[in-house]
Structure formats: structure tokens, C-alpha cells
């Protein structure tokens, strides 16, 4: 018994020497930071600390676990790739604006193995290029052609709604319905010509999502080694594999029409986001590099939106005098028409309120590149950081009661007040998320609570749990109740 421990003893010392011999810099920084008594293991860093609560894996716990033992910041050891977490509004304005740290973090390199450099992981030069190709899809108006079909969609929204009258998951049910938004939209379908089950593939999406958080733990497993040994993994890329099919027959339908659409549109910039991709030679040329576009873009598009829409109407059912606000102003104001939607001043400001309190992506990852001044610490080239939007948005330092639900923070006239880089809610920097989905998130918004009275079984914003995967989820099935207005 005792060689043998001898020998773990002598391999441990082994892995402590190299280990500080490779990693000091980012050791003697991390001195100056909370967590650094906290012991790195060999394959795990120190995020067994979080393994040994027996929790479901979650980044978002994760960082709370950390903010209640030592505070923020806070040093964090994925493997042996160390993040700074932050949720220092110094921090977030420098390294988001810093031009030398706009790479992702290291956190999220395994990812590639499965999307390789679709948008959300591209290096900052091809995201770059991409972003503007792609953002030409997303131009007003791009948005005023989106218009019809989302107002179809909403309408369809409302006949559902009268026959559910309950939902018991209401997460569920508005992730979907803004995945089947996003194919109509972004992917240029008719409602009639989804030929696939889009439910069972936005499903799957959530899924793989939920399935790779286990691989973001694991940084030290190759993502190779992980879906061959692992069960999360397998399951992963069992998922991925069903999915690959129902872009796959998409891609294919619409080179057989893109030609066409070309030649008969007056500007070839004011086409739908997969004829964009279609036309990007220099970079996409393959269908599985497509398929990683289409499949990033709609996780982050759809993830994100149903997300802020359960948030948002469970709040509204919360605090009816709230709700009754967003009606009288729905009532007042629409028309049914694209230029009154810009008009819903309050209702935009409940759902940045709803952005702020469930932060849809509550990190933000950043590389540097350089050493980056902080004021008061240098972090270290190669080092990674986490902004943590979420404890941003919910500091008392930031805002008067940050828990309490108040759309008039963001009232065109107060809007002065909020502080510089305390609201994340679409990133910051150049390296932000664009804002598109607002549109969907209004429409959407405006179309239900002009014709429903909602209510729940919730009492207050602290009985929503929350929990992420690579976005922020809810934790139980939370319901709600559509009454039809009279």
C-alpha cells in the first residue's frame, strides 16, 4: 500500500512542478484574486469544488457557488486553462472594448469539434467578415419583409393559445415557437413548406446543448475521447447525427432554388440569412460548414428569445398592474403595422427589464491576446475571462433593488441614469449580439397580451429558479395561465 502512495505522492509533486513551471504567470496573478487557496487537481482544475456538491453541472451555479464562498472576482481552473471571473463593471468596459481581447474564451475551444467555426466560435478576424455578410439580413428592411410572416405567426400563436389556455412549460412551448420563427425567417420558408419535424429538431438542439455542458467540465477529455467513453458524449453525438439530416435536406432544396431567388430580387443584399450563407464562397463552400452556420445561429437565436419570452410573461403574470400598463399601451398604440411595433416604448422597456433580470447569456468569454491593464492587476496574455452578466445585472450597486421588477428603468427618459456597462443584456464591445430578435420578442408580446389576461402560480421573481447550459434555462417546468380577454 504504501509504494503505491509513494508513487501518487511523487506524480502529484511531478504535475505541481511542471504545472507552476508552465502556468506562473497566471499563479502569481491569481494571487491577487479570491480563490486562490482553492487546490487545482490534475484533469480537473478546481472546479471539482462544484463536482462535490452533487448538483446537476451548471455554469451559472458554478459561479454562485464561488461568489458565496470567496466573492467576486474569482479564479477559476478549467483543467489547466485558467478564467478570471468578473463582475467588476471596470472590468467588463476593458476587456470588452480592449482590442487585443476579443477572441473566445478557452472555455468554449472544444466546441469546435462538433460547429467548427461557425459564428459564436469563429476567431475574431473571420467573425469579423462574417458578421458583416451575414448582417445584411438583418437590416431594417430585412426586419419590415420579416414583418408578414411574423405576424402570421403571431395570429397562429393566439388560435394555440385559446386551446392550451395552460402552460405547464412555458420555457418549452416559446423555444420552439421562436425556432419555428427563426426557419421561416432566417431560412426563408413558408409555414406550409416545413416539410421536417421542426419540433423534434429543435429538441434536439436543446439537447446538444445541455449535453455539451459536460464537455466544457471535462476540459482535459479530448472531444474525440469524450463521445467514444463517455455516455453524455455518445448521446451528444448520437443527437448531432439525428440533427445533421433535416439541414441537410434544407441546404439541398434551397441550391436548387438560390439561383432563382438571385436573379429575380432587386438588391442581392436583401435576401434571407441561408441565401447569404450560400453566397459566402470564400469561407463556407462545404454543406457541413453550413450546417454548423445554420445550427449555431438558430441556437443562439432561439435559445436566447424563448428564454426572454418565458421570463417575460411570467413577470407580466407576477405583476399585473405591469401587465395592465402593457395592455393600455398595446391597446392605444397598434394598428397592425410594422412602424407601430417601434412605438411600444413601455413594452420594449419590459423586456429589456426581463433582459436585465434573466439574462439570456450569462457570461460573456474573452481571450486576451496581451497583458491588459485592469488598474489595480495586469491579466496575464492567454489568460481567459468570464464577465458574469447575470451578477451584473443583479448587484445592488448597479441598481436600487436590482430584484425587483421594474420596466421604467429603461423609459426612454431614464435611460441616462443606468450606468455605463451594468446592462449586458446583448453584449457590449465589438464583438456584441445583435438585437434582432427584439422585433420577434414585441410582436410576440404585443400579440398575447392584447388578447389574454395571463396569471401563475408564482408569488415573486425569487421563486424562478434558474439554471444554464451554454444559456440560461429555468429549472422547473414553470406554468401559466391564458385567459382570453373579453
Known sequence: MFPIFAVLIGCLIIFYVIFLWNKWKYVKFSWKVNGFFSLVLPFTGNTYIYLLTGKKISPISLAEIGRKIVGFPLSVWFGHQYHYVTSDLNDAKILLTHPKCYEKAAIYDNLKFFFGD???LASYELWKQHRR???KSFKPN????YFSSQYRLSCNLIQELKQEKCLENIY???YLYSFNSFFISALGLDEDEIFFDIR???????????LLVGLLFNPFVSPTIWTKWFPAGKAADKVINEGIPFITEIIKRRKKQHKDILSYVEN????CLIDLILTDYNQISTDRQIFNQVTLFSAAATETTGFALSCCFISLAIYPDIQAKVYEEIIDTIEDSYEDISNLKYTEAVLWETLRLFSPAPFIGRKCDVDID??????PAGASCLISAYHIHRDPTNWVEPLKFDPSRFLPENQAKIKPYSFLGFSAGSRDCKAQ???LMKMTVASVVRNFKITTDYKSIDDIQLESAITMRLVDNCNCYFEPRK
Open 172 to 174: 418549452e412551448y416559446f
Open 142 to 145: 430585412m426586419l419590415k419583409m
Open 374 to 379: 485592469l488598474g489595480d492587476k495586469v491579466l
Open 200 to 210: 423534434r429538431f429543435g429538441q434536439l438542439e436543446s439537447k446538444v446543448q445541455e
Open 133 to 135: 455578410h451575414f448582417g
Open 118 to 120: 461557425g459564428l459564436f
Open 437 to 439: 430578435s427584439m422585433l
Open 268 to 271: 442581392s443584399n436583401e435576401v
